[in-house]
């Protein structure tokens, strides 16, 4: 997906834009289609993004947890 290129922030920024577009009726019905395809593809995005993150940050977790009883500091 060449959008996992983006930040989760460049990417969360993007499709606020886009919501705030659709939102307010700044887009053309001929542009709709393609602009929804795209939002979906960002959420998309930000959502491959945060479950990377939970699972880094979980894995993390558990090696400090396990560090830490290891040397008897539960």
Known sequence: MEDQKHTYTEAFEELQALVGEIERGDI???ELSAKVKRAHLLIEVCKAKLTETETDVN???EKLSGDLQANGKS
Do not use: E, M, Q
């Open 59 to 61: 894995t993390l977790l």
């Open 28 to 30: 053309l019905i001929d």
